[in-house]
């Protein structure tokens, strides 16, 4: 029996959602200790989420 | 009311009839409720094609090339939207899926590998997503070569460069510098702002009901991401690969254990970067697409509103990962530069 498909993109997007999820998380924390850094950590926090949706969708595009 | 009234007024406009492109189908009750007609409408969205479809019932027909024993060229015209089997140069060919396949005269096609048919061996047409590519890059040409000149009388910028004066400097101060370093940004900042403004425009290209998806295609994505790859080999100092593979300032066991992952990582990086725009953007169409399709699904008026709604935002969306694509290219780009062209430093003990 072979798993379907979309059980693997549920998957996948589960990851993919708590990654960038934490990540935003952390950066509004950061942002709130020290509103003065809003840049920099936003401008990290789309870094990381841009690289996490990366690996998200080249393995969506695998299953 | 003032010009920024109605600037607001036409972009929500604009926004809103971004569904339009359905008008030119109807839409009776068909007996499978119409999703043959959508799976067209969403593929004609997509896909490459060989004509240069505009409204309705016009059309451009774009010059054919291919090389199957031999160089051939035609008009599209001769395939009539896929629908004739064409006589080219004494054999038979038909379009299907944007893909030439050589045929025999009624129409099957001669090899069938699996359950695709056999292409013709070269396909060098210049199809939609070629004519796009080459008017993006005459408008760019013109754009910034004028802004060029204008600097040479004025520092002040006029017209259309008050707008894009303030991007380029985004691309030098907060892109190109961090991460390439003060010394060694210069030579990299021209493919830096090309790379940058033509994602950018193409994408936004894409989100118009023209229905031309350029940079959702793996093709285009995979030669961008190619070209970071030879500029960072072609300029990377010996030292670059030095630290690949033997990375200086860690243990010995660990330098043999990185030096394999570290290669894959050559390999990986480029890749990742063009499926990440490939498959941002495409998805992006098909959900965008798709649910503009559903709205002719429907019959209640309700839920046509809502689904209206649903994408007008998704298009607010998509124009938002419109510039965040081109900015992570650019940006993914300068870092892999950045590594390419970092000085030695002596080895220090500074951890």
């Known amino acids: ?63 | 009311m003032s010009i920024k009234k109605l600037t607001h007024l036409f972009s929500l406009t604009l926004l809103l009839l971004a569904p339009a492109g359905l008008f030119a189908s109807e839409n009776a009750a068909h007996s499978d409720n119409g999703a043959a007609e959508r799976k067209e409408y969403i593929k004609h969205h997509l896909l490459d094609n060989h004509d240069f479809h505009i409204i309705g019932n016009i059309s451009m027909p774009l010059p054919v090339l291919f090389w199957d024993e031999g160089a051939h060229m035609a008009m599209s015209s001769v395939f009539e939207h896929g629908t004739k089997v064409a006589e080219i140069d004494g054999k038979f060919y038909k379009i299907e899926h944007a893909k030439i396949i050589p045929t025999d005269a009624s129409g099957t096609p001669l090899e069938m590998h699996g359950e695709h048919p056999r292409e013709v061996a070269i396909d060098y047409s210049i199809t939609k997503n070629v004519v796009v590519i080459m008017l993006v890059c005459v408008l760019m040409f013109w754009l910034f070569r004028g802004m060029a000149k204008n600097y040479q009388q004025d520092l002040v910028p006029k017209g259309a460069a008050k707008f894009f004066e303030p991007l380029v400097l985004f691309v030098r101060d907060e892109i190109a510098i961090p991460n390439i370093g003060k010394k060694h940004y210069k030579k990299y900042m021209g493919f830096l702002l090309s790379v940058f403004f033509f994602i950018w425009i193409i994408n936004l290209i894409g989100l118009t009901p023209l229905g031309i998806n350029v940079t959702g295609n793996i093709a285009i994505t995979a030669a961008l991401s190619l070209m970071t790859l030879f500029i960072t080999f072609y300029t990377s100092k010996s030292t670059y690969w030095a630290h690949i593979f033997w990375m200086p300032g860690v243990p010995v066991p660990m330098k043999i254990i990185l030096a394999p992952i570290e290669l894959l990582g050559v390999i990986i990086k480029p890749f990742a970067l063009l499926i990440r725009l490939y498959a941002n953007i495409k998805a992006g169409h098909i959900v965008l697409m798709s649910i503009i399709a559903i709205m002719y699904l429907f019959e209640n008026w309700g839920a046509k509103g809502a689904f209206l709604g649903l994408s007008f935002f998704l298009n607010l969306i998509e124009l938002l990962v419109a510039f965040l694509q081109a900015y992570i290219f650019t940006m993914l780009s300068a870092l892999y530069f950045g590594a390419a062209s970092e000085e030695h430093h002596h080895e220090e003990a500074h951890h």
């Not at chain 1, 950066?27 to 990366?54: S, V, Y």
Request: aromatic share 4%; no cysteine; net charge neutral.
């Open chain 1, 1 to 63: 029996m072979a798993i379907p498909n979309i059980v693997g993109a549920g998957l996948i997007v589960i990851g993919a959602g708590l990654g960038i999820g934490l990540i935003g998380g952390k950066a509004m924390e950061g942002i709130a200790r020290n509103p003065e850094a809003a840049n920099k950590i936003q401008t990290a926090m789309l870094i990381a989420a841009a690289l996490i949706e990366g690996i998200g969708f080249a393995a969506l595009f695998a299953a």
